[in-house]
């Protein structure tokens, strides 16, 4: 067993973990935060992303005894604020409302290397927020609301949301809400 | 998956580190950015006795100029190799390759040496560095010794590492404005390895091609120089003939393997195709 | 009717949530990370389960020692196949497709022999998952081997090696459909032996893996007889069925809860044997145990998906009026049969003929065993695999006959004035218009440029070649009537469950039998149920997953739920307002006759002003202080939907593609489809769906095969090697749709989960092989890797099988797999 001393989401913990331990595992088992998933065991997936010192990283490849002295944040620490009058993280919100999920499995990796790009790259094109996930395997959403939710984020964190058309809510821009607007 | 139990050490020189290589045991591990050796060990592929991690290394983490080198720490990041001034001045071949390495986190933990160390064949590193006659600084109980690039690629995910020793650092020669390079991956999605790649570096003369350099990745069990095609090039015009024609012998002397990625022939031909589009794009056709 | 289809709608009324781009209710939990997975569960006294898998593919165990595991710190037990023999039964399989089929039988842990990798040996309790992962390597086995079976073709030969030494032949079974028998056309011989053009084709439907991204979860809490089982399963209400028969637990001792369910694809639609064996053990125990598998395990144990050869032979006219269809399929079921792994391409059979009208159709199907994981359900289920041949076969006919292959598909298909339709096998499909989709499909990708520009790349002889190509498909979705069921053999009904509570504050509990697992029932029933009731969105609380609170349901597969359970919830919500009516009409002193109801309100035709709401209902019938004589005092209701037909969703896909000649890369460049998927409840979530099956489609065409070596170990099982695309290997995706309402059901939806994967496959490989048709190529196999393409064009043939020599199957022992990892030949894995 190794002593380690760490920060997580805000609140400090010291523990005996043994060097063996992922950084994942002592998230979900020893602290239970249990928003952080994991999805494979070859680094491949990236549900398993959180920050550590500030950048993203996958936390099965990462022994817990690493981070020791260091910052994690997980995806229950990117709101502002607690319970029912937390305020979302923009990037958190901006999946809500494009329809960036579906089993939402995949949503706290995801979430978490978004935001780390956007900290890079404030204004990505698509194809650069492709490539910016391209460490993030979701199975149900086929990426395009991700990629849209990213952008969505990005002009919101920047403050050109309102006029920026790609900005406008998923619905409106797809066929499929064209034709809902005349059925109903 | 979780890893077998090991013993772990963390420590801050160089020195502590051989010293804790020294003492771990029959079967020890150094720990790098951990993103090859961590998964190996979650398969329980691997299962050291001991992991050394060089994390809190001083020293081992950045770039800096030596006359006409740069130093490369050995523990320097693929994050770090993206944003260093000094690199991307003088090493766009690493920066272009760097960039091709697996994804954003993976590279935010993966180091430069790491990837030297680990030598997989696959791996986008070790051809650029062959292809630039890297130096590899190593470390040992008995002090430093300094290695080529050509000597450091021993075999499939085999170098002249011995055991108890550490690669601490990687000398590649600064190209100037004269240079032009490019990496040139094949892959079939995002985050996957080579299939093949080509590292190219080119220097014009006027017209004229005077040196170029070309690294394999994945063409055999260790990285290889396209050397008949390096010769070939030296003093052509730059033109889509030439460079074609002597690109067309960029798998002379390969052995690749067979795999689910591609079959021996295949990739050969593949290394023809890629030398020609690397060659072309470093030599600013 | 439902409100949506009520073109006459009072003006001030809210307005329909029917329609609407409501985003989802599930997210918030999702993207907080307080979400309830199955291996989040902690239990006091919890043990955890680590299984040992066989890495041999087919053999008899020789020596199995479990003694020095049962020593090592942390472990609580250890059990092998023998210890469990007597109390393991038999998995399920609820699907035998003909009466004289040959099930040998799925122990849930192999007793004396192995079928393949991957199957369960022994099993070891520990107090902490790692101890029970360190406790696997202590233990001891020797395999006799037995003749690897893989090969299909191979199997069905006489003389062949068997999977099972207990039956006669690797046929399971030998599955027909006929129309000429059937009565639903002509005689297919007759067609062939009388057509113009005959083409034959041989297709392969590689071995996928379903890759939901939340790995397999089991905890079970025994207490005192009765058993609780959270599963990350698909199927809680068929689980709690199956389990209860093979375990002997009674089903009134068993609740199953589905909590948070990362997405499933069929792949969760399965009584797993972990599931059986976690049962088992806290049976034994007494105490609550959890398993929960690694990402190496879920991709060699978790069941597989296709894996079909297709011999396809089409009979036209020279103007290309299509005259008969004969399907001949070899389908692997590996090593054992499943839950519906039998029925899997049998419900395949009835989608050959598409949207076209065949006067004549054949189909056949040898179900076939071999030493793999079993397949079963994947996304679409017989369907990809049909749309796919026939597809393919009639572009493979139109350049036989020199038609443009969009040409060809108008002149076959059945045109809008035709529906109802009966078709060659039989089924009646409801409502749609192919031109329709068509037409807006080719706007959308911009079709006459891209054959512009296609045209310009060969006259150049561009190393780059741009090919389009077309999937104009249907599918049959809501499973299932149960009629329909029952004469197919399947073991079960196609109904849905659906209750609705009236909460004495107004608000609105949903029950539904359709257990999501990504797909946003939450929003889609509470949108349904605002309408049918008008109470607000907010307002309503859909419950599911859980057999104690949901009681009754057949869960989520088949693009069934909205069709099915939507349905289910509609007609709750109409004896809801019909038992309203009647407190209503009390509370209002009026005749039930004269009440209205619109916007959640009842109210008296002409008296303005006097109503009472359906919420004001609730809480006067749970005071119960004032309701008519001779009534319950409750107006919650219940409805079991039983749907009489399928729906037939449709659409035109459409996919450009560029290939690379030199290196044989190929690359997405646009891709447009059209889908009528019946009337739309959300948008957003219609288009999700879509979204997402195209992703899996076409990750099918281009990057996803599950391969096997020689010796029957899975090369693929990580994703180093079984490659599930990321976002930028896919493109984007323009979508649209048309809307035909379907007529089987009151909301007029079709159904959608599977669309997009059905529809993109042939659609993506169609393209690519018009890119390159003109260089001589005909076929390539999928997935269409680079070097299949390159071979396909420079050496002619399909692209052949890929190298797949040695193994890194995780399931090998460490020192095999590491073995295997330092010996350059035999290993394609990097990490
Ligand atoms: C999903 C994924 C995709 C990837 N894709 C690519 C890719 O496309 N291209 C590519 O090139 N790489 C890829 N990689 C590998 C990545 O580049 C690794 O970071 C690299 O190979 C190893 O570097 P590391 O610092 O993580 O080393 P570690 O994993 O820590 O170590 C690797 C090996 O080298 C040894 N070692 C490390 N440092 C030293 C040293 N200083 N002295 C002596 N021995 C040492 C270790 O003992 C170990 O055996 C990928 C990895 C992942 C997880
Ligand atoms: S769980 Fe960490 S990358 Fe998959
Ligand atoms: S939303 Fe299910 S995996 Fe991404």
């Given at each position: 067993m190794t002593q380690i001393n760490v920060r997580v989401d805000g609140a400090s913990y010291q523990d005996d973990v043994e060097p063996r331990t992922l950084l994942v595992h002592y998230l979900r088992e020893q602290l239970g935060k249990v928003g952080t998933v994991v999805g494979c065991d070859t680094s491949n997936c990236g549900a398993c992303t959180v920050h550590l010192d500030g950048h993203a990283v996958k936390s099965c490849t990462v022994l817990a005894v690493q981070a020791d002295g260091c910052q994690v944040t997980t995806i229950e620490g990117v709101a502002t604020g607690e319970g029912p009058t937390a305020t979302l993280h923009p990037v958190q919100r901006a999946f809500h409302e494009m329809h960036g999920l579906q089993c939402g499995f995949c949503t706290p990796g995801m979430i978490m290397a978004s935001i780390d790009l956007l900290e890079e790259n404030p204004d990505p094109s698509d194809e650069e927020v492709r490539e910016g996930i391209e460490g993030n395997l979701c199975r149900c959403t086929g990426y395009q609301n991700i990629v849209r939710a990213v952008r969505q984020a990005a002009a919101e964190m920047s403050g050109t949301a309102a006029d920026d058309p790609k900005a406008e809510p998923a619905a409106v821009d797809t066929a499929a809400a064209e034709h809902v607007a005349v059925q109903a | 998956m979780i890893p077998a139990p090991f013993a772990y050490a963390r420590p801050t020189t160089v020195e502590e580190a051989l010293q804790a290589i020294a003492d771990g045991g029959e079967d020890v591990k150094v720990l790098a950015g951990g993103q090859s050796l961590i998964p190996v060990m979650r398969l329980r592929l691997a299962a050291p006795e001991t992991v050394v991690d060089l994390t809190r290394v001083e020293g081992l983490r950045g770039v800096r100029e030596e006359g006409d080198q740069l130093v490369v720490g050995a523990m320097t990041t693929h994050a770090d190799v993206l944003t260093d001034p000094l690199l991307a001045r003088y090493g766009q071949l690493v920066v272009q390759a760097t960039e091709t390495v697996a994804d954003r986190q993976v590279r935010r933990r993966g180091t430069f040496g790491g990837a030297l160390a680990h030598?997989?064949?696959?791996?986008?590193?070790p051809a650029v560095a062959l292809a630039l006659d890297a130096e590899f600084v190593i470390a040992g109980s008995g002090g430093r010794r300094t290695v080529a690039a050509a000597d450091f690629f021993v075999d499939y995910l085999t170098t002249v590492l011995e055991e108890g020793e550490l690669l601490v650092e990687i000398r590649l020669p600064k190209l100037g404005e004269d240079w032009g390079v490019r990496y040139e991956k094949f892959n079939r999605v995002a985050q996957a390895w080579s299939i093949v790649a080509v590292a190219a570096a080119v220097r014009r003369e006027g017209g004229r091609i005077a040196e170029a350099r070309i690294g394999l990745t994945n063409m055999g069990p260790t990285p290889l120089r396209a050397s008949a095609t390096e010769a070939a090039l030296v003093g052509v015009d730059v033109s889509m003939e030439t460079v074609t024609a002597a690109a067309a012998q960029a798998a002379e002397g390969t052995s690749p393997s067979n795999d689910l990625n591609a079959q021996a022939d295949y990739r050969q031909h593949l290394a023809q195709v890629l030398t020609r589009r690397a060659v072309a794009a470093a030599a600013g056709l | 009717m439902t409100a949506v289809e009520d073109p006459a709608a009072p003006v001030d009324a809210p307005a329909k949530e029917v329609g609407q781009a409501r985003r989802r209710k599930e997210d918030a939990r999702l993207i907080t990370g307080r979400t309830t997975w199955t291996d989040n569960m902690v239990l006091p006294g919890m043990l955890h389960l680590a299984v040992l898998r066989s890495p041999v593919a087919h053999g008899r165990i020789t020596h199995l020692d479990v003694s020095a595991a049962k020593e090592r710190g942390g472990v609580v037990a250890v059990y092998t196949g023998r210890d469990l023999a007597e109390e393991q039964g038999s998995l399920p399989c609820a699907w035998p497709v003909t009466p004289d089929m040959v099930n040998p039988g799925h122990p849930s842990i192999a007793v004396d022999q192995v079928n393949h990798v991957g199957e369960a040996v022994a099993i070891v309790v520990a107090r902490s998952r790692t101890a029970a992962a360190d406790a696997l390597e202590a233990i001891d086995v020797d395999y006799e081997p037995l003749p690897v079976v893989l090969d299909m073709e191979q199997a069905v030969q006489d003389g062949s090696p068997l999977v099972h030494d207990s039956t006669s032949s690797n046929t399971s079974y030998h599955f027909v459909f006929d129309a000429g028998e059937a009565g639903t056309g002509a005689d297919t011989d007759g067609a062939f032996a009388d057509a113009e053009v005959t083409v034959s084709r041989r297709f392969v439907q590689q071995r996928l893996i379903p890759a939901f991204m939340e790995p397999r979860s089991v905890v079970v809490q025994p207490s005192g007889d009765s058993y609780t089982m959270w599963s990350a399963t698909q199927i809680p209400h068929i689980l709690r069925v199956m389990a209860a028969m093979v375990t002997g637990i009674p089903e009134h001792k068993l609740r199953v809860i589905a909590p948070d369910v990362g997405g499933g694809f069929g792949g969760k639609l399965q009584v797993n044997p972990e599931e059986i064996l976690c049962l088992l053990i806290a049976r034994r125990l007494g105490k609550p145990v959890k398993w929960t598998e690694t990402r190496s395990e879920s991709l060699m144990t978790a069941h597989h998906g296709r894996d079909q050869v297709q011999f396809i032979d089409i009979a036209a006219d020279r103007d290309g009026t299509v005259r008969g269809l004969r399907v001949r399929l070899l389908a692997d079921m590996g090593a054992y049969l499943r839950l519906i792994t039998p029925g899997v391409p049998a419900l395949g059979a009835f989608m050959f003929p598409g949207i076209y009208k065949f006067p004549a159709y054949r189909f056949e199907c040898d179900g076939v065993f071999t030493n793999k994981v079993p397949t079963d359900a994947y996304r679409g289920a017989g369907r990809p695999e049909a749309t796919f041949a026939i597809e393919r076969i009639m572009d493979e006919l139109a350049v036989e006959l020199d038609m443009d292959p969009l040409e060809l598909r108008r002149k076959n298909w059945i045109g809008a004035e035709e529906f109802p339709f009966t078709t060659v096998a039989g089924l009646e499909y409801d409502s749609g218009d192919y031109h329709q989709a068509t037409e807006q499909a080719l706007q959308l990708i911009g079709y006459d440029e891209l054959r512009a520009e296609q045209r310009r790349r060969r006259e150049s002889g561009d190393p780059v070649q741009l090919g389009i190509g077309f999937s104009t498909f249907t599918e049959m979705c809501g499973l299932a009537p149960s009629r329909v069921l029952g004469s197919l053999a399947f073991g079960a009904g196609g109904w849905e469950q659906a209750s609705i509570r009236m909460l004495p504050t107004g608000k609105v509990e949903v029950v539904t039998g359709s257990t999501p697992h990504g797909q946003g029932h939450e929003t889609a029933w509470s949108q349904i149920v605002a309408d049918q009731l008008g109470v607000p969105f907010e307002d309503v609380e859909v419950l599911h997953g859980d057999t104690a609170i949901s009681s009754r349901g057949l869960d989520t597969y088949g693009s069934r739920s909205l069709v099915v359970g939507g349905t289910a919830v509609v007609k709750a919500a109409e004896k809801v307002v019909q038992k309203a009516r009647v407190i209503a009409a009390h509370l209002l002193e009026a005749s039930e006759d004269d009440l209205e109801f619109t916007g959640g309100k009842f109210t008296v035709r002409g008296t303005p002003g006097a109503g009472v709401g359906i919420q004001e209902v609730a809480l006067a019938i749970f005071a119960a202080h004032d309701y008519p004589e001779g009534i319950e005092p409750s107006i919650d209701a219940e409805a079991t939907f039983d749907p009489e037909n399928f729906s037939f969703p449709h659409g035109t896909h459409i996919c450009a593609m560029e290939v690379d000649t030199e290196t044989g890369f190929v690359k997405i460049r646009k891709y447009a489809c059209v889908d009528d998927v019946g009337t739309i409840v959300n948008p957003l979530i219609v288009e999700g769906q879509v979204h997402g099956g195209l992703a899996q489609g076409i990750a099918q065409a281009l990057y996803e095969e599950a391969i096997y070596d020689a010796d029957g170990n899975l090369t693929t099982g990580s994703f180093v090697d079984y490659l599930v695309p990321a976002a930028s290997d896919l493109p984007h995706f323009d979508t649209g749709n048309t809307v035909h309402a379907a007529t089987s059901n009151p909301l007029g939806a079709k159904g959608v989960g599977e669309a997009g994967c059905i529809a993109s496959t042939p659609a993506v490989v169609n393209a690519a092989l018009d890119a390159v048709r003109h260089l001589g190529v005909s076929d390539i196999r999928m997935p269409l890797t680079p070097e299949r393409v390159w071979r396909a064009v420079h050496q002619g043939g399909d692209g052949g099988d890929r190298a797949a020599a040695g193994s890194n199957a995780q399931g090998a022992s460490a020192a095999e797999a590491a073995a295997a990892s330092t010996d350059p030949s035999s290993n394609g894995s990097h990490l």
């Open positions: - | 030598a997989d064949p696959a791996g986008d590193l | -």
